[in-house]
T-cell receptor
Framework: GDSVTQMEGPVTLSEEAFLTINCTYTATGYPSLFWYVQYPGEGLQLLLKATKADDKGSNKGFEATYRKETTSFHLEKGSVQVSDSAVYFCALSPTGGTSYGKLTFGQGTILTVHP | SAVISQKPSRDICQRGTSLTIQCQVDSQVTMMFWYRQQPGQSLTLIATANQGSEATYESGFVIDKFPISRPNLTFSTLTVSNMSPEDSSIYLC??????????????FGPGTRLTVL
């Protein structure tokens, strides 16, 4: 079945540092890929998405590129802020079949940014 | 994106009782889902809530334990039945196919934090 693997956390950075959170996936066909963020005590918010190979999703300074050849969707940000401290989830959704629309999540990566 | 609300936001319940969680969306949506997030864990899909018919459950989840209703295109309920401490989790509803967005993009409610004693 489909699966998503994220780099293990937690990740601790100083403000203005560069962030990379690795995400790789296993899926049949060409799924849509997502990054969600969960701030402390809140639900999930969609951060960005990409629906086909070489697409780049971006939002709030975060970027991720859909790499079909390496089945990856790594999340990056050039300069993190304290307010970026949260849990980040990589996820995929099949684009067809009986599982269409169902999200499979990675295990989540806790990010803590210090001033 | 749609505005999604859940009630209650949190609850503390006794073992053996049941709790019904409501999910309300401010616009009609194609798809509604229920997820569970156990403490410190990722999200696991419980079921797809189908409008006007029985929900479709994922492996490991059954209707007797997690009955779901979806009477219309904006509302759904999830009941956690005969609760045990292992049911302590955050329960989240999500919706897809809202506001013209593709159905593969899901938006989440704020979640219901359940503690079972």
């Amino acid at each position: 079945g489909d699966s998503v693997t994220q780099m293990e956390g937690p990740v601790t950075l100083s403000e203005e540092a560069f962030l990379t959170i690795n995400c790789t996936y296993t899926a049949t066909g060409y799924p849509s890929l997502f990054w969600y963020v969960q701030y402390p005590g809140e639900g999930l918010q969609l951060l960005l998405k990409a629906t086909k190979a070489d697409d780049k999703g971006s939002n709030k300074g975060f970027e991720a590129t859909y790499r079909k050849e390496t089945t990856s969707f790594h999340l990056e940000k050039g300069s993190v802020q304290v307010s970026d401290s949260a849990v980040y989830f990589c996820a995929l959704s099949p684009t067809g079949g009986t599982s269409y629309g169902k999200l499979t999540f990675g295990q989540g990566t806790i990010l803590t940014v210090h001033p | 994106s749609a505005v999604i609300s859940q009630k209650p936001s949190r609850d503390i319940c006794q073992r053996g009782t049941s709790l019904t969680i409501q999910c309300q969306v401010d616009s009609q949506v194609t798809m509604m889902f229920w997820y569970r997030q156990q403490p410190g864990q990722s999200l696991t899909l419980i079921a797809t809530a189908n409008q006007g018919s029985e929900a479709t459950y994922e492996s490991g989840f059954v209707i007797d334990k997690f009955p779901i209703s979806r009477p219309n295109l904006t509302f759904s309920t999830l009941t956690v039945s005969n609760m045990s401490p292992e049911d302590s989790s955050i329960y989240l509803c999500s919706v897809g196919g809202t506001g013209g967005s593709s159905t593969d993009t899901q938006y989440f409610g704020p979640g219901t934090r359940l503690t079972v004693l």
